[in-house]
């Protein structure tokens, strides 16, 4: 059983910085590509960033690149998203997400993935 915890949501007014983790139990780490994504009210969610196996390869959506960034811990079985300069459009519910892989790669797309965390609320305000 892969389980995923969320953690490091909060407000925070806008300019500001949050950090997020997720840590994964279950199954070795290192084999897992990690994905980070956010859902906003009335909104799909969306992709935000990824990082590959080793984490020599990462992605991020245009809205946050500069702003945001992901890394991992291997030996923590955890995954880290550093956000800097939040503003109030960042506001949604983050989820991470954890996909088994033997290729070292990132992955975009959120159909990939098959599990999911519970999810942790960041508010910007202005």
């Known amino acids: 059983q892969v389980q995923l915890v969320e953690s490091g949501g909060g407000l925070v007014q806008a300019g500001g910085s949050l950090s997020l983790s997720c840590e994964v139990s279950?199954?070795?780490?290192?084999?897992?590509?990690m994905g980070w994504f956010r859902q906003a009210p009335g909104k799909d969610r969306e992709f935000v960033s990824c990082?590959?196996?080793?984490?020599?390869?990462?992605s991020y959506t245009n809205s946050v690149k500069g702003r945001f960034t992901i890394s991992r811990d291997n030996a923590k079985n955890t995954v880290y998203l550093q956000m800097n300069g939040l503003k109030p459009e960042d506001t949604a519910v983050y989820y991470c997400a954890a996909r088994y892989t033997n290729l070292d790669r990132s992955y975009t797309s959120q159909d990939v993935y098959p599990y999911w965390g519970q999810g942790t609320q960041v508010t910007v305000s202005s």
């Open positions: 279950g199954r070795t780490f290192t084999t897992y590509a």
């Open positions: 990082i590959s196996r080793s984490g020599s390869s990462t």
